[in-house]
């Protein structure tokens, strides 16, 4: 896929920050770096602004974005009530790769609540997108700045590839240090429900914060990422196993295709062949650029081994099986 063209990627220093709050305020879009993935950021107070992410980015209208701020008291213009559950997890997590569902505030618009009564909330941790939201004095709606249903993007030249002139600005904050999008869960009970698996996770949350998490009981609220095909590049995508890998028989297996792999490869080289032998966080953090490299390689198919669904490796393959999907 060639990248679209005048996609305007900045260094992310206080100049361009202004830049990018004077485009914000302008109603236009900004692309800016976080912890966990690049945001496709809009003010999000301003209904118009978001519906320009969604055509942007070709994302369903369904689909609801995560509103961004700067801490407890910019949270509280954006949800009505901010619950006992809800501060004990902002006091031991934010800010962080932690998103709360909470019931909105009449001035949050429903264009970035995909007309539901709750709201996805972050705090995000990255220098640069704390400087923006604070530069902007207001909450940002932000998704993650890609077409929609492909990787996330890590890097700004994932961004410029995607979204190109889409975007009026990409502020250049280096490759993102966790890899995938944050963990999402709902806070309104007394007990909280784990909607969508990220880095930080549930057995973090609960030795930290002494608290259980509760299995859905009530009807889930909708939840940003969940609902549709995501993270898949234009190549085919299928998950192997380690004993797979290791063995170095993968049927379907060809020299041209591509693998992703934390095991040692006991079969041919391939076309594209990307090891990554640090662990689970190291797997997360490379998982999306990996992604999009065997894309520009031009695999058919991208063979990925799977991790065990314990820790991070369950935010991992909650990522793969979606990318995987036919």
Known sequence: MQPLKDASIVQADARNIRRAVDILRAGGLVAFPT???????????????????????????DNPLIVHVDGEKMLELVVRR????????IAAFWPG???????????????????????????????VARALISALGEPIAAPSANRSGRPSPTRAEHVADDLGKRVALILDGGPCRLGLESTIVDA????????????LTPEAISRIASISF??????????????????????RVKLITPSAVRSGII???????????????????P????????????????????????EKAEVQTL??????????????????????ES
Do not use: N
Request: hydrophobic share 40%; proline share 10%.
């Open 214 to 235: 509760a299995s859905s009981g009530r009807a889930a609220p909708p939840s940003p990422g969940t609902r549709y095909r995501h993270y898949a590049p234009s190549c």
């Open 251 to 269: 049927p379907g297996f060809r020299r041209r295709d591509g693998l992703l792999h934390i095991s040692r490869w006991g079969g041919p080289r």
């Open 303 to 324: 063979f990925v081994e799977t991790l065990p669904e314990r820790g991070i490796g369950r935010a991992v393959m909650d990522r793969l099986r979606r990318a995987a």
């Open 97 to 127: 790769p932690l998103t709360l569902v909470l019931e909105k505030a009449t001035r949050v618009p429903f264009s970035v609540t995909a007309g539901h009564q709750t709201v996805a909330v972050r705090c995000p941790s990255h220098p």
């Open 188 to 199: 309104r009970g007394c007990r909280p429900v784990l909607l969508r698996p990220g880095t």
């Open 82 to 89: 901010v619950p006992p559950l809800a501060r004990r997890l």
């Open 35 to 61: 912890e966990t993935v690049y945001g496709l950021g809009a003010r999000a107070f301003d209904g118009a602004a978001a519906r320009r992410i969604y055509h942007a980015k070709g994302r369903p209208s």
């Open 271 to 294: 076309a594209f062949v990307r090891r990554v032998s640090a662990g689970s966080a190291a797997y997360a953090r490379a998982l999306f650029a990996s992604l999009r490299a065997a």
